[in-house]
């Protein structure tokens, strides 16, 4: 039993030594909702960082890569590892705008554009293939299933994930006013301090403060 798990045993009321009902047949629902609290705070945090390299090709604009254990959240930043510049971030209308006929540029890549959660574009087309990409990713951990696998989580959120598990428990069982209390404690330990809005005017969302790129005036 790990660190989390014991945290969410004593929320609950149950001795982590010799626990009655959750004892480790019966762990799966904790490790569902503990995994899925991970999740979302690797998601809302970008906590868990990754990089991941891709040879480039010539005249090759998209690529494709794949993670063997965990999954990708966003990317974060794209080198060329050979120049060591930082490539732009921009997207397939912007480029569109630019120049209808981009995908037949070629010449040293300039910007880069994700499509969808495992590929990537680049532009313009390599010009050869010397080059060689690095990927700074915010990546979601894969889930555990065994308390000996390793919780790839700061320690200091333990015991947010802990709250978020206990609030789908009692969540589970109809107790809403204790499944608020402890979710609100998850987003307090997270260092969320605005929760549920009570207007509906206010949509929270995720926005990129990169400059995008190329400008659509060329």
Known sequence: MNTIEKHVLELIGEDPDAPDVFTESNM????????????EICMVTGCYAESYYISLRQNRNFYK???KENSIAWIK????MTQKRRLEQTDIPRLNSF???WLDNTGTPEAYFPIGIDAIGVWPAP????????LSVIA???RYDEDTDRIKLRKNWDWAA????VGEYYASRGDAKTAVYHHNNYLSKLGINIKYPKSSEYIPFFKSEKEPWPKETG
């Open 162 to 165: 802990a709250h978020y598990a």
């Open 65 to 67: 890569f794949d993670f």
């Open 140 to 142: 979601i951990p894969q």
């Open 127 to 134: 010009a050869s293939d010397t080059d060689i990409l690095e």
């Open 77 to 80: 930043d794209v080198l060329i």
């Open 99 to 101: 120049n209808p006929r």
């Open 28 to 39: 799966t629902p904790i490790r569902d909702s503990i995994n899925d609290a991970i999740e």
